[in-house]
């Protein structure tokens, strides 16, 4: 067995990092491969809280790397899958206390009893952007279909094309299908013309993240969700499988467009 | 209403698409680290040395980034001054 490592990465803060790294190894690791979760954003981590394994850390990735526990110690299991593993990042570093060699040596260990490593980056382009991609043999970028998130996303695909480890593909998250469909949001279309890279999944808009994230359940595992749905989907993609990508045109049924219509200001 | 009746009259672009369109030139300049003011200049220095050569007519030069992809290119286009001009001139 010889894993792959996948890094998700985004140049911008809260765009969906967390969220997309928790959901992608909860997807994968019920479908019955052995994943471990590497949370790289050190002295800010979240990847325990999205994931519901706060409670449970004793030792973290700098203890690994400093020596003070060996790898196993570090990883926690997680509560649903045996097979999801987390190593959490270090509360009271910062991300100069890895390298990004430290990062390969890390993962190389890791390689040969699991089939995934997923890598949750830090925002940014410095140190700790350079240590989540070390080791990466595939690069997820995740953006919004905002300017800002947009114009970072576009720096950071160049970043990784620069370090050899492209091209890239692209999660566009929090799509909101109605504020497309009236011109107001940029489509996933636009986004992909814009950066020019692969795409390899669209994620709705979706009020069960929020709620999933409060109980420390990935989305994913919620089969009605919408977002849990579109996660699932990247996950198989993963795995070679084509899965057609799911139909961002759902603006509420009929009673959503005529509450817009009737709503002041609703052409806006 | 105001804005229903200016998207009516033409007069309202969507959000959508100005952000498109105000992202297409913020990233060509990000990805070159070529400002528009240092392409006007490099324009201007590229139209000089050109003249000192063959004769042109410096408002028909067009220099523009050309994307493929994630691939730029400076594409300029600079025509000779048609040769009857040339002579009369």
């Known amino acids: 067995m010889t894993a792959k490592v996948v890094t998700v990465t985004s140049g911008k803060g809260g765009v969906g990092k967390t969220t997309a790294t928790a959901n992608l190894a909860t997807a994968l690791a019920a479908n019955g491969a052995k994943v471990v979760c590497v949370d790289a954003d050190i002295g800010l981590r979240n990847l325990d809280v999205v994931l519901g394994l706060e409670n449970r850390i004793v030792y973290d990735l700098v203890d690994v790397v400093e020596g003070r526990c060996r790898l196993r110690q570090a990883m926690i299991r997680d509560k649903r899958l045996p097979e999801l593993y987390l190593i959490p990042a270090a509360q009271t570093r910062d991300k100069n206390a890895v390298s990004p060699s430290d990062m390969v040596r890390l993962c190389d260990e890791l390689r040969g009893e699991h089939d995934w490593i997923l890598i949750d980056s830090p925002a940014g382009i410095e140190r700790g952007f350079r240590n989540a991609i070390a080791p990466a043999d595939i690069v ?10 947009v114009r970072d996303a576009d720096r950071i695909i160049g970043l990784i094309e620069a370090e050899e480890k492209g091209p890239a593909r692209l999660i566009i998250n929090r799509i909101k299908p109605s504020m497309v469909k009236r011109g107001e949001m940029l489509s996933a279309d636009d986004v992909l013309e814009l950066l020019a890279v692969d795409l390899v999944g669209m994620i709705p808009e979706d009020e069960n993240v929020v709620v999933s994230t409060n109980r420390g359940m990935p989305v994913a595992l919620d089969e009605r969700s919408k977002a849990g749905q579109a996660f699932r989907n990247i996950a198989r993609r993963l795995n070679g499988e084509q899965v057609p990508f799911m139909s961002m045109n759902d603006d509420g049924g009929f009673l959503g467009r005529l509450a817009r219509l009737v709503r002041p200001g609703g052409n806006r | 209403m105001n804005r229903f009746l200016d998207r009516l009259f033409g007069r309202d672009q969507r959000s959508a698409q100005l952000a498109k369109e105000r992202m297409k030139l913020v990233l060509i300049h990000d990805r070159t680290d070529l400002s528009p003011q240092a392409l006007e200049k490099l324009k201007d220095e590229l139209i000089s040395v050109i003249s000192r050569y063959i004769e042109i007519d410096p408002k028909a030069v067009t220099i523009d980034i050309a994307q493929e992809g994630r ?12 040769a009857a001009r040339r002579r009369a001139g």
């Open chain 1, 140 to 149: 997820l970028v995740v953006t919004n279909p905002e300017v800002s998130a």
């Open chain 2, 71 to 82: 691939e730029q290119r400076l594409v300029a286009d600079i025509p000779f001054k048609p």
